[in-house]
């Protein structure tokens, strides 16, 4: 077994992945993939705890890991796999219920949101969601957990969790650290609300040249900046943003100026972005289109996944099981 650190991450399937979830997620761990040994989970209990499609499941796992894998996620280096595959998540996830305190998950911001947003639609699932995360994290024992900043509070939920467990029962998890990534989260093309499939304001990883053209053109930015004349400011606006996630550190430095300065309009802004964006998302878009000629390799690559990550998974309960006294049962 490798003496790397390890990583997890996990993502939704929840459909196709646009331009947010690759900036803010996959594009941060692809350089990890070196140093440690990651475990990229596409976490399908997770995507369970909102009303879905159970005919729509599959596919949008498969899709999920053909994105993953076109964006560079190597299954050589990394093991990526379905989240249910691996049992121990969910077992996991009861025995650290136990030492979780209601009070703790009734304060998550996530869960608060959910709740006020579907009064109706409030259940167990939904109240246990950062339970289940920190059980998919420290199942693995990593080190470090690359994510968007929404989850900085699910990873010190985490931590907590590992602190009263191994305050009961002996030293024996580690405590995770959040990775954030270089690249401020990217808005929707509203420029205020988080980019979402359900806003229907998401540029998708699959889009062509004129299709992302046609949002990017009316995309909002510096909304202080009325007229071609006026100064814009870059840090309030989301196209910077996207910027930062794809263009080079030239044109990142010259549009920041040349807006300041009002030398360039937001058009002329737009433009230099969507030949950076175009440009790293066709490599990204031809790999999609080999990876979705050949779906038996795909469905493959996460049956080993789920083989190499519950190797890893069967050793940690081992501890638990010893932790907590039924250790001789499981033998
Ligand atoms: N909650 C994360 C999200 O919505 C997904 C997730 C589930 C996750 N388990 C995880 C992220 C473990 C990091 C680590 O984005």
Redesign the pocket.
């Known amino acids: 077994m490798s003496e790397k650190k390890r990583v ?5 399937p929840s459909g196709r992945l646009h331009i947010g979830n690759y900036a803010g ?1 996959i594009f941060n761990w692809v350089p990890l993939q070196d140093e440690y040994l990651c475990i990229f ?1 596409i ?1 399908d209990y ?1 995507a369970m705890t909102v009303r879905f499609k159970p005919e729509e499941m599959e596919r949008n796992i498969i899709n999920a890991a053909i994105d993953y894998m076109a964006a560079g996620i190597d299954p050589e280096k990394s093991i990526l796999m379905v ?1 249910s595959t691996v049992p121990e998540h969910t077992e996991l996830a009861w025995i650290l219920n136990t030492v979780t305190p209601v009070g703790w998950l009734s304060r998550v911001p ?1 869960f608060k949101e959910k709740k006020r947003d579907n009064p109706d639609y409030v259940h167990m699932g939904l109240f246990d ?2 339970v ?3 059980a ?2 420290i199942l693995y024992k ?1 080190a470090v ?4 900043d ?2 900085v509070p ?2 010190e939920l985490t931590r907590e969790i590992v602190r009263r467990f191994n305050g009961y029962f002996g030293e024996t998890f580690p405590e995770p650290k959040a990775k954030l990534g270089v690249v401020k989260r990217i808005l929707g093309l509203d420029g205020t609300n988080k980019m979402s499939k359900s806003l229907d304001n998401c540029i998708y990883l699959d889009e062509t040249k004129d299709e992302i053209w046609k949002k990017l053109s009316t995309a909002v930015t510096d909304t202080n900046r009325k007229r071609r004349t006026d100064p814009g400011n870059p840090d309030i606006c989301n196209i910077f943003t996207m910027h930062k996630a794809f263009s080079t550190k030239e044109d990142i430095d010259r549009c920041a100026r040349e807006c300041r300065s009002a030398g360039i309009g937001c058009i002329d802004c737009k433009k230099t972005l969507l030949g950076h964006m175009v440009a790293a998302l066709e490599p990204l878009q031809q790999r999609q289109r080999k990876l979705r000629a050949k779906e038996d390799y795909v469905y493959q690559v996460l049956s080993d996944g789920k083989k190499r990550a519950q190797e890893i998974a069967q050793q940690t309960m081992a501890e638990v099981y010893e932790r907590i006294g039924i250790k001789r049962f499981h033998n």
């Not at 997890?8 to 939704?12: H, K, N, P």
């Open positions: 997890f991450s996990g993502v939704q997620a989970g976490v997770h989240q996530t969601y950062p289940l995360m920190a998919d994290i990593a957990v690359p994510v968007g929404d989850q699910h990873l």
